[in-house]
């Protein structure tokens, strides 16, 4: 018998499983500190001081650019020049000075800095929109800016739950705020893993996610990430 992680239980299930401290620590490459990283993605939380940091929280910089290429995708570079230093850059700074940087998914009201028509739902679209952006660029230039609220969620990630038809960010702060004990297992973690402070709880639980389905995720029909009752 098998099951799909979309409950708060099952979630939890895949974070108390032992594979997964051991998983976080290779990924932020923390056992092994002088060898070159295997994950680059390790810096997109702290390069540059982290994307939400004082005096470049609502700016899209250089750094935010790079930060998304250690995700091991490209912001086009006419795309990358219009968020530095054209109009495009202007309009989503706009819209983040509306998104608190310290809120967080799963916080009293964050459903609704999230919902759709709000300014960071506004920020995503935007982005989509552009040429050769799509929903999983967009949504690491979002995640960079926002660290503590917006999720990192590729195809890898969106497979292994199943494909949430609705909202992912929605979806993802519902379990978040149904019960502390997902958010208190996700700073167990941190904690555990000696993680950096920039690492976020949304953070903890993609990597585990991610390195958990990389192997096994399919480009097509893929079942998502399916574990035994016993893990």
Request: glycine share 8%.
């Amino acid at each position: 018998m098998t099951m799909r992680p979309k409950t708060v239980e099952e979630l939890l299930g895949i974070l108390r499983d032992r594979r997964s401290l051991s998983e976080l620590r290779d990924y932020y490459n923390l056992d092994r500190p002088d060898d070159r990283p295997q994950y680059t993605g390790a810096r997109f939380d702290t390069l540059d001081g982290g994307g939400a940091r004082d005096g470049v929280r609502d700016t899209v910089t250089p750094y935010d650019l790079l930060a998304v290429a250690c995700l091991e995708v490209v912001v086009p570079t006419p795309v990358g020049l219009s968020l530095v230093e054209g109009p495009l850059g202007q309009e989503i700074g706009s819209l983040l000075r509306e998104i608190p940087a310290d809120l967080a998914l799963g916080d009293a009201d964050a459903n609704t800095h999230v919902k759709h028509g709000s300014p960071a739902d506004r920020a995503w679209w935007l982005l989509d929109a552009q040429d050769d952006v799509g929903w999983v660029i967009a949504g690491k230039v979002m995640a960079r800016k926002r660290p503590e609220l917006i999720p990192v969620w590729d195809n890898v990630v969106r497979c292994a739950f199943g494909r949430p038809r609705e909202n992912a960010w929605l979806w993802l702060d519902g379990r978040l705020r149904q019960d502390g004990g997902l958010r208190e297992q996700l700073d167990q973690l941190h904690q555990a893993a000696q993680l950096p402070k920039l690492v976020s709880r949304l953070r903890v639980l993609d990597v585990v996610v991610w390195m958990r389905h990389r192997r096994q995720h399919l480009r097509s029909s893929c079942p998502g990430l399916e574990l035994s009752p016993a893990d």
